[in-house]
Structure formats: structure tokens, C-alpha cells
């Protein structure tokens, strides 16, 4: 690895990057498996996903839509090479899957089809990965081995589907085994949201971003850091789901941080770079789709108007290598 060619690529342009982890019952069966996360992924499967991008090809944004592999197939595939993992409970990681599921009998678990309707999409959505099987790569747990397997999965699907360089977002945002990320051909990877002073302790940033949703703090723009030829593309600000103490929060609040993100972009330049579940918009339904559906529409205005510039986290990638010292490139 050249370190001194690494680094923060300047990035003065208005911009916005809006990635989508898109997981299903994947994204937290591990510690929250019952009826409510199956009725989620289910309504996400069926409603909240299809919504989001009918919102997003209506207003002419293009998204990266980091999805869990398994949920890319009609169903579990041969699982015999991978090195057994399981949940903190203790259980086998895929004995959740109903046995020989697939999308018409668990479609809380598979999306094949909607991933067709994503890479046929107008404007063209990036599709990525978000694990294959939401491992959570950070978790000390997690073996060299293990987690070599997991991202080969997704190369393997990468392959299948034509995907080059493709963006990838890690489980629970927990980054771990960077060099099997690097050795399965990822491009780029959305790092831990940016602060706007560091902070250290779990529960202080937690304390942090609670604090940002109840006052609606402005978001932190962001820049692309090249590390070894990866892009590292931190996110500015979670959509948080309406459950909780959250249901609280008023929606024009949501909107207005969301919005000041866009101005704070047209006035300052540099990247806001929004992310989200679609399965956390089914907790008081409709309103954060509403909120979204208000944001999309004036991104896609004021991108129309050729005022921001609205990229995947791929094209950021691309065009952050070109600008980058050559030595930075070839690392
Ligand atoms: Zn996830």
C-alpha cells in the first residue's frame, strides 16, 4: 500500500450521492428475528423498495443501491465451501431461511425480481453489495477466511451480472477485512459518517447523532479518500426510522435537515452524501416517504437546473481515481 499517495481526493463541486441499503430480513434477523422483522422485509419486498425507485427514476436521480447478494437469487445457493459462521445466539447464520425458499414462497428473504427491475432502471441505478449474506466484517469474530468467502460470493455475483468496480457498504457499517474488500474487486466503500469534530466513544456518537435528528443539525459535507486504490466515500446523514422515541421527531424537521444538506452544497461545495433503509420506511407509514418523496423532488429540480450534480457512489470512485496523482491510481 502507497501511503503517501493516499489521501483526501478535493472535491469543490455541489453534489449529491444517495445510497440505499437494501437488506430485507438479512439486515437484522441476526439480533431481531419475529413477526415484525419478517412483516417489514415483507412490505419492503413488496412495497417499500418498488416505491423508492419510482421515486427516485420519476425525479431523474440516479442511486447506488448497496443489496445483500444472497437476496439477488431466487433462493439459498450451495453454501457447503463457506466456513460456518452463526449469530450471537449461537445459531447456524442461514438457519433462518426456510428450507428450499425462494422469492415466491420468501419473498421476506428474496428480491431476484426487483433486482432485475434495478439494473433495467431509467436513469441507470448502481447496483452493490451490502455483504452476501450481512456478516457483520467488523465483528471480530469474522475470520480472514471467512470473510474472503463472503466478498468471493459477491465478485461471483458481480461477474454474473456485468458489475464493474462495484460500491459496496458494509454490514452495520462495520469495516473490516479491507484487503479481501480490495481482492474481490470493490471499487469503493461508504465509510462511518463524517463528524464534525472527532469523536471517539460509541456512546458519544450515538449521543451525537441522536442530538443532529432532534435539532436537525445541519449535515457534514464530505470528500472521496483514496486508500490503496479504494474509494473511501463517507455518508453525511442516515434517514433514521420513525419508531421509538424517533416516531417524535417531526417530519418537517427530517426534511428541513435534508434540504439544508442541498444548500450547504450549492453555497460551500462538496458531496452530501444521504443513505438509507427502505425497510425503515415502513415504521409510520407514510411519513418518511413522504419526507423522501419532497427531498427527491427538489434534488431533481435543482439537478435539472444543472445546479448540483446527483452521482453513484461508482461515478465519485471513477472520477476521484482520474483526478488523483497517477501513483495514487496504480496502488
Ligand atoms: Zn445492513
Given at each position: 500500500?502507497?501511503?503517501?499517495?493516499?489521501?483526501?481526493?478535493a472535491?469543490?463541486?455541489?453534489?449529491l450521492?444517495?445510497?440505499i441499503?437494501?437488506?430485507?430480513?438479512?439486515?437484522?434477523?441476526?439480533?431481531?428475528?419475529?413477526?415484525?422483522?419478517?412483516?417489514m422485509?415483507r412490505w419492503?419486498?413488496d412495497?417499500g423498495?418498488?416505491?423508492?425507485?419510482?421515486?427516485l427514476?420519476?425525479?431523474?436521480?440516479?442511486?447506488?443501491?448497496?443489496?445483500?447478494?444472497?437476496?439477488?437469487?431466487?433462493?439459498?445457493?450451495?453454501l457447503?465451501?463457506?466456513?460456518p459462521?452463526?449469530?450471537?445466539?449461537?445459531?447456524?447464520?442461514?438457519?433462518f431461511?426456510?428450507?428450499?425458499?425462494?422469492e415466491?414462497?420468501?419473498?421476506?428473504?428474496?428480491?431476484?425480481?426487483?433486482?432485475?427491475?434495478?439494473?433495467e432502471?431509467t436513469p441507470?441505478?448502481?447496483?452493490?453489495?451490502?455483504?452476501?449474506?450481512?456478516?457483520?466484517?467488523?465483528?471480530?469474530?469474522?475470520?480472514?477466511?471467512?470473510?474472503?468467502q463472503?466478498l468471493e460470493?459477491?465478485?461471483?455475483?458481480?461477474?454474473k451480472?456485468?458489475?464493474?468496480?462495484?460500491s459496496?457498504?458494509?454490514?452495520r457499517n462495520?469495516?473490516?477485512?479491507?484487503?479481501?474488500?480490495?481482492?474481490?474487486?470493490?471499487?469503493?466503500?461508504r465509510?462511518?459518517d463524517?463528524?464534525?469534530?472527532?469523536?471517539r466513544?460509541?456512546?458519544?456518537r450515538?449521543?451525537?447523532?441522536m442530538?443532529?435528528?432532534?435539532?436537525?443539525?445541519?449535515?457534514v459535507?464530505?470528500?472521496?479518500?483514496?486508500?490503496?486504490?479504494?474509494?473511501?466515500?463517507?455518508?453525511?446523514?442516515?434517514?433514521?426510522?420513525?419508531a421509538g422515541?424517533?416516531?417524535y421527531i417531526?417530519?418537517?424537521?427530517?426534511?428541513?435537515?435534508?434540504r439544508?444538506?442541498?444548500?450547504?452544497?450549492?453555497r460551500?461545495?462538496?458531496?452530501?452524501h444521504?443513505?438509507?433503509?427502505?425497510e425503515?420506511?415502513?415504521?409510520?407509514?407514510?411519513?418518511?416517504?413522504?419526507?423522501?418523496?419532497?427531498?427527491?423532488?427538489?434534488?431533481?429540480?435543482?439537478?435539472?437546473s444543472?445546479?448540483?450534480?446527483?452521482?453513484?457512489?461508482?461515478q465519485?470512485?471513477?472520477?476521484?481515481?482520474?483526478?488523483?496523482?497517477a501513483?495514487?491510481?496504480?496502488a
Amino acid at each position: 500500500m502507497n501511503v503517501s499517495t493516499d489521501g483526501l481526493v478535493a472535491w469543490n463541486e455541489p453534489t449529491l450521492v444517495i445510497s440505499i441499503d437494501l437488506e430485507l430480513a438479512w439486515g437484522s434477523f441476526d439480533h431481531a428475528y419475529g413477526p415484525e422483522l419478517l412483516a417489514m422485509a415483507r412490505w419492503t419486498h413488496d412495497h417499500g423498495a418498488p416505491a423508492l425507485l419510482e421515486q427516485l427514476t420519476q425525479n431523474g436521480l440516479s442511486a447506488t443501491w448497496a443489496v445483500v447478494g444472497a437476496l439477488m437469487l431466487d433462493g439459498l445457493p450451495d453454501l457447503g465451501r463457506l466456513e460456518p459462521f452463526s449469530t450471537p445466539g449461537g445459531r447456524d447464520w442461514f438457519s433462518f431461511v426456510p428450507p428450499g425458499a425462494t422469492e415466491r414462497t420468501a419473498p421476506e428473504w428474496f428480491a431476484a425480481s426487483f433486482v432485475r427491475r434495478l439494473a433495467e432502471a431509467t436513469p441507470k441505478q448502481e447496483v452493490g453489495f451490502h455483504g452476501f449474506s450481512h456478516v457483520i466484517l467488523g465483528d471480530p469474530r469474522v475470520t480472514a477466511r471467512r470473510a474472503r468467502q463472503e466478498l468471493e460470493m459477491c465478485a461471483e455475483l458481480a461477474r454474473k451480472l456485468s458489475l464493474e468496480s462495484p460500491s459496496f457498504v458494509f454490514p452495520r457499517n462495520s469495516v473490516g477485512h479491507l484487503d479481501a474488500l480490495r481482492a474481490a474487486g470493490m471499487g469503493s466503500y461508504r465509510g462511518p459518517d463524517a463528524l464534525l469534530f472527532p469523536l471517539r466513544r460509541r456512546s458519544l456518537r450515538s449521543a451525537w447523532s441522536m442530538a443532529a435528528d432532534v435539532l436537525g443539525l445541519r449535515p457534514v459535507l464530505v470528500q472521496p479518500r483514496i486508500e490503496a486504490g479504494l474509494v473511501n466515500i463517507p455518508g453525511s446523514l442516515m434517514v433514521r426510522y420513525a419508531a421509538g422515541w424517533r416516531k417524535y421527531i417531526p417530519d418537517s424537521t427530517r426534511l428541513g435537515r435534508l434540504r439544508s444538506g442541498l444548500k450547504l452544497i450549492r453555497r460551500r461545495g462538496g458531496i452530501f452524501h444521504v443513505w438509507l433503509h427502505p425497510e425503515n420506511l415502513f415504521f409510520e407509514h407514510p411519513r418518511l416517504e413522504r419526507v423522501l418523496a419532497d427531498f427527491h423532488a427538489e434534488a431533481g429540480d435543482l439537478a435539472a437546473s444543472s445546479k448540483i450534480r446527483v452521482l453513484t457512489m461508482g461515478q465519485i470512485a471513477r472520477e476521484a481515481l482520474a483526478r488523483a496523482p497517477a501513483p495514487a491510481r496504480a496502488a
